[in-house]
């Protein structure tokens, strides 16, 4: 199952209509194309995807939200109940009896509906939430589905102008209140969304490991640790660190590494291999404030293999949050990078809506104010600076 689109409407957060493309929404040529993967193909031509997805802007923009509703999206359509999924916390502030509309387009394979062809098809999930006795509630919710033939084109390929209902929530009279129809879907065409999420450990920097750690991973953040394993037995499980030319350390909790590795070490591993699973799997990998703990050039080794195909052979998808002006150099297109603003309001806006030219360089855009509401206001640097003289003056 591949993401290809998501809107929401409704959210008490956000300004208003949240809208975020996972395809490419610039022209795709022969040089762009080695750094994608294609999303599907419609007999004639193929449609492509960005295989990483950027959101950045300043302090309590709104980055993390948006990386919470992306994240609660993919579990609903993995058919979580919603009121179980972390992300929801962002639909705290509905009110009584207020709802939410979500539109997610996805492609997957929908063999029943269409039994002739290969399976594959576009989709549209429109799920509507409410909140009722402090509970979230999904009230109404449809599915339609149409196959992917030629007459498929960049103008209408969410257009379900008249497309039937292939699925709906009246039917489904067992269904708990709190879970998607998708649970039929999914149960049926064997489908679901392969997600790392790592939004929990934007603040907390523990090592999660459950198997041992790949010699050449270790060695990348750290080439003075010869190995670290992990064995399990009936009762206990031991960790196992060695330094080069010294004895092994027995550990029993993943806690104590930090005694002994830096930050960077524990976040590289924690991400890397996350990043090792979707290169497996064709599955999406979330990170809040990609940056914590790491220098610029291990950021962008990450972002450049997401963006190798041979590293990527199944199109994963690297999804994530920074402030780094500069890792938006990273990018040769501009359909990468979702400016987030709150003013009055959440809003993320797709840099190739801004900038129609791919040649100006990003960073210098961003910091120059150029984009609007992406540095500190003035009037707030003004106000803080006078307030430290201020202080100063007082004192004496």
């Known amino acids: ?24 929404l610039q022209r795709v040529n022969a040089e762009n194309a080695d750094k994608m993967s294609i999303a ?20 309590a923009s709104g980055k993390t939200t948006i ?30 009896n207020q709802y939410v509309t979500f539109k997610t387009y996805f492609s997957a394979k929908n063999k029943e509906t269409f039994p002739f062809t290969d399976g594959l098809a576009i989709n549209l999930l429109e799920t509507t939430i409410i909140k009722t006795k402090e509970k979230l509630v999904i ?15 960049k103008k209408n390929v969410f257009d379900f102008t008249g497309v039937e209902i292939n699925s ?27 997600l790392s999420d790592m939004l929990k450990f934007t603040n907390i920097n523990q090592l999660s490991l459950s198997e041992d750690c790949p010699l050449e991973l270790i060695a990348f953040f750290d080439p003075s640790v010869e190995y670290l394993k992990v064995n399990k037995n009936s009762k206990d499980t031991d960790i196992c660190l060695k330094f080069k030319n010294k004895p092994e350390i027995v550990l029993n909790q993943l806690s104590e590494l930090n005694r002994y590795l830096s930050s960077g070490t524990i976040k590289g591993i924690n991400t890397f291999l996350n990043a090792i699973k979707t290169f497996e799997t064709g ?18 080794t990450l972002i450049r293999f997401y963006m190798d195909k041979k590293v990527n052979p199944k199109g994963a998808m690297l999804i994530f949050s920074t402030h780094y002006s500069e890792l938006l150099d ?24 801004i900038l129609n030219r791919n040649d100006i360089k990003k960073s210098e855009a961003y910091q120059s104010g150029f984009l609007e509401g992406t540095v500190p206001m003035y009037d707030a640097y003004i106000e803080l600076k006078e307030s430290l003289i201020g202080s100063h003056k007082e004192e004496q």
Do not use: W
């Open 168 to 194: 709906s929530r009246q039917f489904n009279e067992y269904l708990l209140d709190d879970v998607s129809i998708m649970v039929a879907f999914n149960k049926r065409n064997n489908e679901q969304v392969i």
């Open 330 to 353: 990273e990018f040769e297109r501009n359909d990468n990078i979702y400016i987030v603003r709150n003013r009055n309001g959440i809003s993320a806006e797709n840099l190739s809506n």
């Open 283 to 300: 599955g999406y990998l979330i990170i809040d404030e990609l940056e914590n703990h790491f220098n610029q050039e291990i950021v962008s």
């Open 1 to 24: 199952m591949k993401l290809l689109k998501i809107e929401v409407r409704g959210l008490p957060l956000f300004k208003e209509k949240c809208e975020i493309d996972f395809m490419s």
């Open 139 to 153: 009230a109404k919710e449809t599915l339609k589905s149409k196959s992917i033939t030629k007459t498929i084109n």
């Open 40 to 59: 599907f193909n419609n007999g004639m031509k193929d449609f492509y995807q960005n295989n990483v997805l950027s959101f950045i802007g300043i302090n």
């Open 67 to 96: 990386l919470k509703l992306i994240t609660f999206v993919c579990r609903m359509l993995n058919n979580e109940p919603i009121n179980n999924i972390e992300s929801s916390e962002m639909l705290d502030d509905l009110a009584e």
